[in-house]
Structures are given as C-alpha cells and as structure tokens.
C-alpha cells in the first residue's frame, strides 16, 4: 500500500509550495517509499500523488482527481483498517453473546509453562489450541507471554507465527501483556521474532505483508504500545530494551496525549529519558522529504505553515494542520518532569530543548506556572535560574502570573522567592486587575495572607482595587472566606470604609449577598464583619435588593423551610418534655411529714435553686419556640423567617439551662464525695462555655471596635472556624 504520503491543499498553489519548501518539497523526482504500516496511522492514510504541484494552471485539476481518489481509498481504508484483516483481530464478541472458553488442560499448560502438558493438551483437544480463546479474549500465547514463560512463547511461535498478530479484548497484543508483566526474555523474543518474519518477507512494505508485522508500533484499545504499558508498570529494563528496538515509539501518544517520553519524566528515569532524546529515526539525507521523517517533533516543525496545509502524512503519524497548536500546547515534557520532581531529569530535557521552556499544557501553564501550582521550588528556582521571562507570562485561561498561582495555592515559600528574585513582581496583575494579596484573599489562603500582611514592601497592596474596585477584603467576604476576612479586619492598615465602584463597603457586600438559608460559612463571614463594627455605605441608593433574597421569579423551596421547622420542633419538644419530667422529679425527694410535706428537702440548698431555676428557663424556653414554629406550620415566608430568628436563639438558651440542669442535679447527687462533685461541675463548666462560644457570637454577634471586647470574640469565633472546617483552605491543593 502507497503511503509516507505528502500532500498540501492550498489557493496560492506553486508559490506556497516554494516558500515552505524548506518543509516539504513536492517535485518530480520525489522518492516516496513503501514503508509505512496503516496500523501507525492514528486516522485515515491518503495516496501518493506525484507531480500534482508543478504549476499554477495544473494546480485545481491535480487537486479535484487528488481528492477523488482520496475518497475512494478512504472508503477501501474503512473496510480493511480493523487491524488489515479478520485473522488479526482478536475475538471480540458482542455483549450479548456468552463469552468464549478454553480447553481446561490447554488453559492450565499456557499459564503454568509446561511444554510437555502443552503438547498433549493440543493434541487431545477437539479445536485448534491456536484458535481457542479464554473469556478475555487472551490466545495461547497471550497466556505465555504473561507469566514470562519464554520457552513455550517460542514454541507456539514457531508453529503458529500468526498468534504475534492477534489481540485481546482489550486490544493488547501478546507483547503488551509481556511488557506489563516485565517479561524481558519473552519481550525480546517476540520482538525478535516479529522482525525476523519481517525480513522474510516477500512484500514491498515489510511491515504490511502477509506475516511481516511491527509489533512495537501496535497500540491497544487505550492508545498504549508496549513501550507505554511497560513504563506504565516501571519495567525500566523491558522499556529500555523496546526503546533500543524502535526510537521512535517513544513519541506515540495514547488516547489521552500521552506519549512514553512523558511517562518517563513524570517517573524520573533519567536513563531512559536521555536514552529516548539520544535516539534517531533512520534516514536522513539531503532529501526534504526524508528530512521530514527523520524529525522527532514534528508538530514544531510544522507549526510554521499556513493552515492551508490542510493534511501532511508520515511514518511518526498524521498531523493534521488544524491541530497543530493543540499538539505544540501538548508536548508536556517539562510539565512531566515537573510532575517528577527530579531536577536531574529537568535539566537533561532542557538541554536537549530549551524551547520548551515556553511550552503550555491543557491549562494554558507554562512549565514555570505549573511548578509554582504544585509547590516545587527547586523547579521554580530552576526554571528561573534559565530564564525570568516566564515570571511575566499569564496563563492562557485564568491571566495568573506564576506568583499569582503560587498564591492562590497558599505555597508561600514559592512567593517568597519571586520576591526575592524579582522585586517588581509584587506590582503583577492578573486579567481582572488584582495582586497577590487579592488572589490569596479570595481563595481564603488565610497563612498567605498574613504572611504578605507582616511584609512592609507589600502594604501598597493591602488596600489596592481591582478592576471592579473589590479589595482584598471585598474578595475575602465576596467568596465567604470568614478566616481571611478574621486576618484582615484585625489588621489597623486594612481600611473598612472603602468602598467599591458601585459605592458597597465590605459589609454591604455580605448583607446584600447572604442566603435566606445562609451556610454557616457565611454566617461567620459576616459575624467577622460586624465584630469589627465594619461600617455600611452612607449612600442607601447604592445598595440593591439581595440577588440571592426569595423573589417571584424564584421562589423558594418551601420543603427545605418545612423540614428544618419539623427538626426544630422535634428538639424542642424533646427538651420542653425532659424539663417538664425533671421538674417533678427533684434531686433529693420531697418530704413526706411535718410543716414542709410535700416541699423539696433541698429547697434551701444553692444547687437546688440553680437547678430549679434553670430547668425552668428551658422548660419555658423550649415551650416558646414550639409555639413559634406551630405558627412557621401554616406556610407563610414572612412567618417562617421570623419564628425561626426567633426559635434558634431561644432553643439554644433551652439547651444551655438544661446543660446547666443537668451538672446542677448530678452535683447534688453526689455532693458527699467532694472530687467527683467538683470533677462533675468542672465538665459542666467547660461543655457549658463552650456550647455559648459556638451559639451566642452566631445570633448576638459582639459589634464593637474596643479590642477587649473583640478579643473576647475572637477565640470563640476562632473555634467555630475549626469546627466547621474552614480553615480547611490553606490545607487544600
């Protein structure tokens, strides 16, 4: 079969061909070899045309019977492209039929090794032991070859050849099951093999005939060769070996644009990495179109071109032209070394492409960017080291410069060396006009934060406007980030009053945004707030309706509101029947004769009295909320927002007297042994104020700028941070 075709579809014709001429050269004497396989092509394969470039009039009708043919060979390709024909496919039978088996004594003799146990089992069996296929689709040889048995391996070789061919259900010949397994000997026998039926052959093209066939170049269902899968399975001495064996599988990518080269950076094999880079294809000459194939990189090569290079076909594979800037932003070998963390390994593929170092992933990061965003500072400083330039590029989708990456991830000690390399980059702007401390900030890096704070070159950031004029603070309470708004608002420098462009300080950016249901995230966001006495804008014409208040157009999920009301409810009638309980069966008794029958025999013991008065606090207290959200039953929103304001307070205060209730009653009971007593009145004291810590900052938040009353906020409002786990975010990467 015709192919190492090279075709150009353009309007300028004759002229574009000279000036990329340096590329491709398409001319008479053109010697265009036989030698490519349709298993490498990753689409179609087109035909060989010569001449159809020599001029300017010949161009459109060269070009219309070009594309006719291609059609045609197109349609042929179609039919035959299932792995060139149905004896090379590996049985893969529909869902819907049972699956295949294997003569038992057959199976057992593949996988074990045994020759002698093999033979016999051929001969006894009904069917070829050749055709026969396990559930899985796996031959004879698939089953030797992935239990490293090498002996067999060459047995059933030599009578079968064919099996080299066949595949799996998953598409893996019998070399991918040996190189995942790290079978070296079996990997290099079939190898071996599969060129000595080449060399044989009688075809034109080895690599297409009868029984010549490149196993190396093979990729399963997952776009792997055996190359990847064995670098998938950390067999170095297999990879190194299939390698040796064809340079130029190396640079195959899988169905998700990975390539073995890339595999080997992200593991660090240093070796392998040198060994890959080291390697070259054969044929090189003078010869442009031989020049073509001997490129490893061709997408660089060809980046150059007009897009109305419309296809360019060779041994490496096919580029097609409207891909060619996704496969340039594909080559992510830096990335993958980064990934590694092997500096060695960074610098060996550096030095062989210092280009790379502008190279962009999916992500649209640069290798600096990237290693800024996992944390790697010796990459960082490496990459430096070579070259600034790339401290000053944004990536392509979210316009962060490197140290805005490192940032927004928290990784401190990364900033720290942009600033210390770069001074200026503290002056950086992403897209949307903001600083490093407004990245940190909206991403809640409260660590980062406040290491920028205690740094004096960056207190020109502290108070600075993005494009919507949001300051870190606007950010901070904006994306409901209640530790980094804590860090800022206890900071003198940071400026409360300012506010942004549409005339909203930070505090009316938390009332105009919080949820009618809020999160307690966002509670505590805007309970920081008001423990600062944040100040609101003076111009009421600036602050509009709350987007995310219930309207018309969206109204609110009532079954939300109904099931909280019925869990509220069924707390506070739970306490409101325990209270009631408890306040007929008072610690002590009663007395049963004299003047005070029937009394409390307590009654003039402080304990009793703070017992009896708190238990009936929560008796009443709990009564109240129950008889508020009767009324939340009958469905009105206005009634429901304001029986539960009024139920949440109230229930917690129940819970507090009943917290108290309880110590109060156990002190009493064991009042005669002095340590248990004050052990049971110690735990009651510490649950006690700790359940206040977390209740009475969330509903009566402390407003006030005096410090004394702000520092008796601040540990509290630190401890419902911890427990609600949003502190979390500095951890996150």
Not at 1 to 9: E, F, G, I, P
Not at 334 to 348: F, K, M, S, Y
Not at 576 to 596: C, I, K, Y
Request: glycine share 6%; hydrophobic share 40%.
């Amino acid at each position: 079969m015709a192919s190492n075709l090279s075709w150009v579809s353009v309007r300028q014709g004759a002229r574009l061909m000279e000036e990329a001429g340096q590329v491709i050269q398409v001319s008479d004497d053109i010697d265009v070899p036989d030698d490519m396989d349709c298993w490498e092509k990753p689409t179609t394969v087109f035909p060989c045309v010569k001449n159809a470039f020599n001029d300017d009039i010949k161009f459109d009708a060269r070009r219309d019977a070009m594309l006719r043919r291609q059609s045609s060979m197109e349609d042929e390709l179609r039919r035959k492209e299932s792995f060139d024909s149905d004896s090379q496919k590996g049985p893969s039978p529909p869902d819907d039929k049972p699956a295949t088996s294997m003569d038992a004594q057959l199976y057992r003799s593949a996988t074990t090794g045994d020759i002698d146990a093999f033979t016999k089992a051929s001969n006894d069996t009904e069917y070829s032991p050749f055709e026969q296929v396990s559930p899985r689709g796996n031959t004879v040889l698939h089953l030797a070859a992935s239990s490293g048995h090498d002996p067999l391996v060459q047995v059933i070789l030599q009578q079968c050849p064919d099996l080299i061919k066949r595949i799996n259900n998953k598409g893996d010949l019998a070399l991918h099951v040996a190189a995942s397994g790290g079978h070296l000997a079996t990997v290099k026998s079939l190898v071996l093999f599969s060129k000595t039926l080449a060399a044989g052959s009688n075809c034109t093209n080895p690599g297409e005939g009868e029984t010549g066939f490149n196993v190396l170049k093979r990729v399963n269902k997952e776009g792997k060769t055996a190359l990847f899968v064995a670098l998938e399975n950390r067999h170095q001495e297999v990879a190194e070996f299939l390698i040796k064996a064809d340079p130029i599988v190396s640079h195959y990518q899988d169905s998700q644009k990975r390539s073995p080269l890339c595999m080997a950076a992200q593991a660090g094999y240093l070796e392998l990495i040198k060994l890959m880079m080291a390697e070259k294809p054969a044929g090189g000459g003078g010869n442009p179109n031989e020049k073509l194939k001997s490129k490893l990189n061709d997408e660089f090569f060809l980046g150059d071109m007009p897009d109305e290079l419309v296809r360019i076909d060779h041994p490496h594979g096919l580029v097609r032209s409207e891909n060619l800037t996704e496969k340039m932003k594909g080559n992510l070998l830096l990335h993958a070394a980064i990934i590694g963390r092997n500096r060695d390994v960074l610098d060996a593929i550096w030095s062989n492409n210092p280009t790379l170092i502008n190279s962009i992933d999916e992500e649209g990061r640069s290798p600096l960017s990237f290693a800024a965003y996992i944390d790697y500072l010796d990459g960082v400083r490496y990459l430096l080291d070579k070259s600034t330039d790339g401290a000053y590029q944004r990536d392509r989708i979210n316009g962060f410069c490197p140290i805005h990456t490192a940032a927004s991830m928290g990784h401190i000690e990364i900033v720290q060396e942009f600033l210390k390399r770069l001074p200026d980059s503290r002056e950086l702007l992403d897209q949307k006009g903001r600083n490093i401390l407004h990245v940190a900030a909206r991403f809640g890096k409260a660590k980062m934060v406040s290491y920028m704070l205690k740094i004096c070159e960056l207190e020109m950031l502290i108070d600075e406007r993005d494009n919507r004029g949001n300051t870190p603070l606007h950010l901070a309470t904006m994306n409901w980030q209640p530790k980094v708004v804590s860090v800022l608002i206890w900071d003198k420098r940071v400026n409360l009053e300012i506010m942004r462009y549409d005339g909203l300080t930070a505090m009316d950016v938390a009332e105009n945004y919080i949820e009618a249901m809020a999160p307690f995230r966002e509670r505590l966001t805007l309970t920081a707030l008001k423990s600062a006495n944040a100040p609101r804008s003076r111009d009421k014409s600036a602050i509009k309706d709350n987007p995310n208040r219930f309207s018309s157009s969206q109204p609110p999920n009532m079954e939300q509101f109904k099931e909280r009301v019925n869990i509220l409810l069924l707390v506070s009638t739970l306490v409101a029947t325990v209270t009631f309980a408890a306040g007929f069966t008072l610690p002590g008794g009663n007395n049963d004769s004299g003047p005070d029958e029937g009394m409390a025999t307590l009654v003039k013991n402080r304990i009793f009295q703070a017992f009896l008065i708190c238990n009936t606090i929560a008796t009443y207290s709990s009564i109240i909320v129950v008889i508020s959200l009767i009324f939340a039953q009958l469905g009105d929103l206005n009634l429901i927002l304001t029986s539960l304001k009024l139920a949440l307070p109230l229930l917690g205060v129940a819970l507090a007297m009943v917290s108290l209730t309880f110590t109060a009653g156990v002190y009493l009971a064991v009042s005669n042994v002095n340590w248990l007593a004050n052990v049971v009145l110690i735990m009651g004291s510490i649950f006690l104020i700790t359940l206040l810590a977390l209740f009475i900052p969330l509903f009566s938040p402390i407003s006030s700028s005096h410090y004394i009353a702000r520092y008796i906020f601040y540990y509290p409002f630190r401890l419902m941070i911890w427990a609600t786990g949003s502190d979390m975010d500095d951890k996150k990467e």
